[in-house]
């Protein structure tokens, strides 16, 4: 199953699709869960770290995950 990304009008790295299906839908549901401030702060992370910027591994995605728990 494949996640439509394009519907959260948000920048998405390629490295996305290279996670696991689990992994995916983590991604997508802590993305489409995000309020506006912090929509914003991810895009200028995205923005900023290019490349390089892992969503996995930023301190949002942790903390939301860890609240899920």
Not at 1 to 29: A, C, G, H, R, W
Request: proline residues 1%.
């Amino acid at each position: 199953m494949d996640f439509d990304f394009t519907v959260l009008n948000l920048p998405i790295s390629d490295n996305v699709k290279k996670y696991s299906q689990e992994k995916q839908k983590e991604i997508y549901d802590y993305l489409s869960e995000m309020d506006d401030i912090h929509k914003q702060a991810y895009i200028i992370a995205f923005n900023h770290l290019g490349s390089s910027f892992d969503v996995c591994r930023s301190n949002g995605f942790k903390e939301w995950k860890n609240l899920k728990k």
